[in-house]
């Protein structure tokens, strides 16, 4: 079966301290990966996604993420947290002709001044 | 330009009420479109989506029920509502090539 672990629930980090985020996932063949931040009350906003190529791939506010198919992984990351980014990310798999998309549990981001 | 729209924004309701969310996309056709729930402290599940009008696939057997009727909108319903149908719904339509567009949520509070 399909399944998304993200095995953080919670992460506080320093602000200008590196962050990273762990997403782990189980599927038959090589999916769709996506990161989404969602600010309190609010939607998901799309980070980044990694569909083929590069395995490294750069997103929207500094952040990137990459993708090891060995350890089944696609773990987020950012050199230097800022306060802005305290929020809830959530990882995401899935294979678009199968109109299946799972999400983990989601990781909370609390950024220490 | 391609926008979702979804309301209302907070809602609470009693018990046994019906319910009925609104989900329109705009700036495309034939989207796939998807509501999910989030519960407090939770991930996001799965409910319903939708290949085009008419086509509807249930993930979660459940109290809740979902719609297409027109080709860029997506209602997400109940007869009568639970305690347990509280959470956050978010509507969503996938594109190929980008991923999840995520409408901004309703909070429904079933009390």
């Known amino acids: 079966a399909q399944s998304v672990t993200q095995p953080d629930i919670h992460i506080t980090v320093s602000e200008g301290a590196s962050l990273e985020l762990r997403c782990n996932y189980s599927y038959g063949a090589t999916p769709y990966l996506f990161w989404y931040v969602q600010s309190p009350g609010q939607g998901l906003q799309l980070l980044l996604k990694?569909?083929?190529?590069?395995?490294l791939v750069q997103g929207i506010k500094g952040f990137e993420a990459e993708f090891k198919r060995s350890q089944s992984s696609f773990n987020l990351r950012k050199p230097s947290v800022h306060w802005s980014d305290a929020a809830e990310y959530f990882c995401a798999v899935g294979k678009y002709n199968f109109n299946k998309f799972y999400f983990g549990s989601g990781t909370k981001l609390n950024v220490k001044p | 330009s391609q926008t979702i729209h979804q309301w209302p924004a907070t809602l609470v309701q009693p018990v046994g009420s019906p319910l009925s969310l609104e989900c329109t996309v705009e700036g495309t056709s034939n989207p796939n479109l998807y509501w999910y729930r989030q519960a407090a402290g939770r991930g996001l599940q799965l409910l319903f989506y939708s290949v085009g009008i008419g086509q509807i696939s249930s993930e979660v057997p459940q109290n809740l029920s979902a719609s297409r009727p027109q080709d860029r909108q997506f209602i997400l319903s109940s007869k009568k509502l639970l305690l347990s149908d509280s959470g956050f719904y978010l509507c969503a339509w996938f594109q190929t090539n980008y991923g999840y567009t995520f409408g901004s949520g309703t909070r429904l509070t079933v009390v």
């Open positions: 990694y569909f083929s190529g590069d395995t």
